[in-house]
């Protein structure tokens, strides 16, 4: 399996909505991300796990919590969101400092706030 | 100092032709340098790789030239086809490969 699972592919939610993403890869993978993409954008990254632990949080708002329950997931909780924050969220994956360098990204999560 | 800057913006090439992306940085730490492929709704995908300790490198169609003195990396396309019609980022990162800093991206079109 040389893939990055994401879903939902499409949602849309209010603003006073609680909602999650997921991500899961079974590459063995142990550095897991979190970007977000505007359109016409690169990928802006928010959240990188190294080995199950959040090793860096781009001053993401706290209405945006992740969460890595094992190494082959990974959430994306959200509560209150802006209609600003409507975008493509990625997640993607990468071996941690040796062999492969690149990321494996999923397709996204296109998401809607009303 | 953390920037890749990138250009053009956009590009429209003939099938058959060699579209050219070039790309600059400034921070010398940067130690990789890799190329991702995105299409309309899909997520990002590497499509190929350089390190500073070499100035080119081929995967199949797809060619980096990298001039370390230049700080400059460029992306070519040999024998461009619809099919690459695509938005192109080129990226750098230090410390072999965590945090990534992207260009802006390049929207490519080939025309048949």
């Known amino acids: 399996d040389t893939e990055v699972t994401q879903t939902p592919k499409h949602l849309v939610m209010g603003m006073t909505n609680k909602k999650s993403l997921k991500c899961e890869q079974h590459?063995?993978?142990?550095?897991m991300y979190w970007y977000k993409q505007k359109a016409k954008k690169p990928p802006e990254l928010m959240f990188v796990?190294?080995?199950?632990?959040?090793?860096i949080n781009e001053s993401v708002p706290s209405r945006f919590s992740p969460e890595c329950p094992n190494s082959s997931l990974l959430n994306l909780h959200l509560h209150a969101l802006q209609p600003e924050d409507s975008a493509l969220y990625l997640c993607?994956?990468?071996?941690?400092?040796?062999?492969?360098?690149?990321?494996?990204f999923g397709s996204g999560t296109r998401l809607t706030v009303v | 100092q953390q920037q890749v800057k990138q250009s053009p913006q956009s590009l429209i090439v003939q099938k058959g032709g060699i579209p050219i992306i070039n790309c600059a940085y400034e921070?010398?730490?940067?130690?990789?340098f890799p190329w991702y492929q995105q299409f309309p709704g899909k997520g990002p995908a590497l499509l190929i790789a350089?390190?500073?300790?070499?100035s080119e490198k081929k995967e199949g169609r797809f060619t980096i030239s990298f001039n370390k003195s230049a700080k400059q990396f460029s992306l070519h396309i040999m024998d461009s086809q619809p099919g690459d019609s695509a938005t192109y980022f080129c990226?750098?990162?230090?410390?072999?490969?965590?945090?990534?800093?992207f260009g802006p991206g390049t929207r490519l079109s080939v025309l048949p």
């Open positions: 796990y190294s080995y199950e632990k959040l090793s």
């Open positions: 590459m063995g993978h142990r550095a």
């Open positions: 350089i390190r500073p300790d070499v």
């Open positions: 993607a994956s990468s071996q941690d400092r040796s062999g492969n360098y690149g990321y494996t």
């Open positions: 921070n010398t730490a940067f130690d990789y």
């Open positions: 990226a750098a990162s230090k410390n072999y490969g965590q945090n990534f800093v």
